[in-house]
């Protein structure tokens, strides 16, 4: 059975950083192509990172270009999402996903699995 949990959500500081965890079961980030994704209130859910098992590093949304840093750690069967210097603005419900893809795309609708989500909030 898959399952795909995140974790580590919570309220931040406007500067601050926070780090997401994506404990998946029951498939292997061997062959699956991992995706974070976020959704604020009233807006589209959008593409934040991804890696594919056959990338060689993550792809990112220009908007966290440089702020954010997707991981993978095979042993676990984990990704992570560390994100730094957050803005008001990335306030949102923070998703991962997987699709049985070698490389991986920042477009929610080919994912097959997603997680429950986590609440980040960006706020003085």
């Known amino acids: 059975q898959v399952q795909i949990v995140e974790s580590g959500g919570g309220l931040v500081q406007p500067g601050g950083s926070r780090k997401l965890s994506c404990a998946a079961s029951?498939?292997?980030?061997?062959?699956?192509?991992m995706g974070w994704f976020r959704q604020a209130p009233g807006k589209e859910r959008e593409g934040v990172s991804c890696?594919?098992?056959?990338?060689?590093?993550?792809h990112y949304a220009d908007s966290v270009k440089g702020r954010f840093t997707m991981s993978r750690d095979s042993a676990k069967n984990t990704v992570y999402l560390e994100m730094n210097s957050l803005k008001p603005e990335d306030t949102a419900v923070y998703y991962c996903?997987?699709?049985?893809?070698?490389?991986?795309?920042?477009?929610?609708?080919?994912?097959?699995?997603w997680g429950q989500g986590t609440q980040v909030a960006v706020s003085s």
């Open positions: 029951g498939f292997t980030l061997d062959v699956y192509s």
């Open positions: 890696m594919g098992h056959a990338d060689v590093s993550p």
């Open positions: 996903a997987a699709e049985r893809a070698s490389f991986c795309g920042l477009t929610p609708w080919t994912y097959d699995y």
